[in-house]
């Protein structure tokens, strides 16, 4: 059997639409204490497995095509998975019957990259399976390809990073502030990538581009001087912010705690309804943590009744990206 995982990521990041993402992967170490969740539903957990998807590809008589994982009842219909298995064997001309399963452990519609990573896995895991005939730059050129079939365009904010790890503008990766420290809360709501994007402007003032040029920019060289203040403060988006940020509930008041609490910028992920943040102290974090997983409680409990499947957590840059996993292995 071969296993690849692929991890969460964070697109946008309010200053680079369409061409920003970073890859993520929870905290494993000097985890928050409990207490901060004693004000959360018992369902809020705090977990510090892998967050992401899972692609797991074996031989068989015939294909089949399972999906597992705490999401897998949000998979209905066609599945990119067994498209990806498809096309693999058509650029590469090989067969062989294959089991292969979608261990799905990020909710879809959560802007944290859901689609992008089980295209990802899914592509990385035929491609080993059938001996690497795609190669490298045929795997990317198939993900993007994939991912425009489900999201209604090509983006690469989301697969790039996912697959090389990292943060990345486009291809290019870019160095993080070492103290920084992610933090992404998912409230148990779904909002469609196409649905989002219907609501965003045609076209922006000659004036609102040039801002936004120069805000990348000037990000991108405070990252590379190591001056993680001054990138933080070029995280803000004035102009697809406030079109999403009404679909999703008690955005502007999480914001305001977030501030309070010390977060450095924050902001919405990808699409949303996920809500990242970045921050440079712990115990900064630890109380953005708290405000956060209250917050993604409160709305899930809202809208469903129970807050099962929200969650608030805080993250390191994950740089390794998507990557076979050994069997014996839990990466979840």
Known sequence: MIRVFAPATSANLNVGFDSLGVALSPLTTAAPPQALFQALSPSIALETAGLGDEVRIEAAEADSFPVTGPYAAEIRGPNIVTRALLRVRELSGRAGNASIELHKGMPVGSGLGSSAASVVAAVMACDEFYGNPLGPDGRIALMGELEA???????????????????????????????????VAYPGIRLETKAMRSVLPASVSLREAVERAGGLGLF????????????????????????????????????????????????????????????DDADAAEAGLAAAGAWAAGVAEAANGSAAGAFARLCRVDEAGARVVEPASKER
């Open 220 to 279: 991108v060289d405070a990252l590379h001087r190591g001056d993680g203040l001054a990138a933080a403060a070029l995280m803000t988006d004035h102009i697809v912010e406030p079109r999403r940020s009404p679909m999703i509930p008690g955005f502007g008041s999480l914001k305001e705690a977030l501030r309070g609490a010390g977060a450095l910028a924050s902001g919405i992920s990808g699409s949303g309804p996920t809500v990242f943040a970045v921050f």
């Open 149 to 183: 079939e489900l999201s209604g365009g090509l983006h690469w904010d989301n697969i790039l990073p996912c697959a090389l790890g990292g943060l990345r503008l486009g291809s290019s990766r870019l160095p993080v502030p070492a103290g920084w420290v992610w933090l």
